[in-house]
Nanobody
Framework: VVKLVESGGGSVQPGGSLQLSCVYNASSNCMGWFRQAPGKEREGVASICTSNSRTYYSDSVKGRFTISRDAFQNTVYLQMNSLEPEDTAMYYC???????????????????????WGQGTQVTVSS
């Protein structure tokens, strides 16, 4: 059974930082972080691809969030700095599995790119 398990969420004041972790038991070339706020669609935040050593970010988090990956620990991280109330959401980790081609590029920020999802971790930014 494929598992993606997120952790690290919590409550923080504006301007604060959090680091999210996603431990997985099945790897894919590209992995992503997404978020979904109440009443809104799930949006891509950041993705990382091993084959071209590239990372991709949405405009809303560029310069504030950093995605990284530790292949030995089977973990993907999302370092979030300068958090804003608009960052409040459930954050999900995603992987593309099942033998599908995993082509790197900006499309890795699309939720339709991925086949497997974690259960999410809540991030709340408020004063």
């Amino acid at each position: 059974v494929v598992k993606l398990v997120e952790s690290g969420g919590g409550s923080v004041q504006p301007g604060g930082s959090l680091q999210l972790s996603c431990v997985y038991n099945a790897s894919s070339n590209c992995m992503g972080w997404f978020r979904q706020a109440p009443g809104k669609e799930r949006e891509g935040v950041a993705s990382i691809c091993t084959s071209n050593s590239r990372t991709y970010y949405s405009d809303s988090v560029k310069g504030r969030f950093t995605i990284s990956r530790d292949a030995f620990q089977n973990t993907v991280y999302l370092q979030m700095n300068s958090l804003e109330p608009e960052d409040t959401a459930m954050y999900y980790c995603a992987a593309r599995l099942g033998g599908l081609p995993s082509i790197p590029g900006p499309q890795t920020l699309s939720r339709t790119y991925y086949t497997n999802w974690g259960q999410g971790t809540q991030v709340t930014v408020s004063s």
